[in-house]
């Protein structure tokens, strides 16, 4: 609007001299002077009115923008503080990470020197034993394990616990390569086949005593030969672990052998678990 509140004042104040000097104007002027001096009236409080609108909102504009910015601002200081947490956590991670990449290397360096303690314990053992028949005496590697398999026809006459002597000469070579070494621990399995002990047998009433004093005896011969004796468990599986089925006598005869079970000691591979 081109009228101004600074324009209308003159007009207005030469309306009110005009209306106090009689005779200067004919009632006509008069009249149309006092119209104008209403609408200029009327056009100035609108303009104020209007003013006064334009700086409320005004101000209704600068405070929703002032809490805009607080508010804005305070995001940015909750999202500072969360990419500070979120450095730190990663920071921690990533030392937890390196960490446990350190204890993955050191445990696979372990593992490799278990194995080749375990392929060098195979093949000290199988020297030992060199000269005895594949099917009496078998020496494999098995989950990490070295395993001496020794057939009941090398040890014992049927259903007796006594060690033949050929049965004594292998397992005291088998004690000769082992003496010393406290790193392994020795499991003597007993096994049989599933054929029921006879009635009457002295001091056996079934397979699971068979076992277990077969078991007994070998471990004897063992810590005799000098083996420590701590080292050496003696345990009898009866029929209950066969490698074939119990149905015919080559089979059975399969079935019955003990197991010499080697086992490297793992302490320092717990440890490294444990610590992960």
Not at 251 to 262: G, M, S
């Amino acid at each position: 609007m081109k009228t101004t509140l600074r324009n209308l004042l003159p007009a207005t104040a030469l309306v009110a001299a005009l209306a106090f000097t009689p005779g200067c104007v004919s009632q006509k002027k008069y009249t149309a002077l006092q119209t104008q001096n209403t609408e200029l009236t009327r056009s100035r409080d609108q303009l104020q009115a209007e003013k006064n609108a334009l700086e409320q909102e005004k101000n209704r504009s600068e405070e929703e923008l002032r809490q805009r910015l607080v508010s804005r601002s305070q995001q940015v200081n909750r999202l500072n503080e969360t990419l500070s947490g979120a450095e730190k956590e990663n920071s921690q991670l990533s030392a937890d990470l390196k960490e446990r990449e350190q204890r993955l290397a050191e445990l696979q360096t372990k593992l490799a020197e278990k194995d080749r303690a375990v392929q060098a314990l195979r093949k000290r053992v199988a020297d030992a034993l060199l000269g005895f028949n594949a099917q009496d005496l078998q020496v494999n590697l098995r989950n990490g394990k070295v395993y001496v398999s020794l057939s009941e026809q090398l040890l014992f006459k049927s259903g007796s616990t006594k060690v033949d002597p050929r049965g004594q000469d292998a397992l005291r070579k088998l004690a000769t390569a082992l003496k010393g070494n406290q790193d392994v621990n020795v499991l003597v399995e007993g096994h049989t086949d599933n054929v029921p002990i006879l009635k009457g047998t002295a001091g056996i009433r079934d397979n699971w005593d068979l076992s277990v004093l077969r078991a007994t005896e070998i471990t004897r011969i063992l810590t005799e030969s000098g083996m420590a004796p701590g080292q050496v468990t003696p345990s009898g599986r009866s029929q209950y672990a066969p490698i074939a089925q119990n149905d015919t006598p080559p089979n059975k005869a399969l079935n019955r052998r003990t197991e010499i079970i080697l086992t490297p000691k793992l302490d320092e591979l717990f440890q490294i678990l444990e610590q992960n």
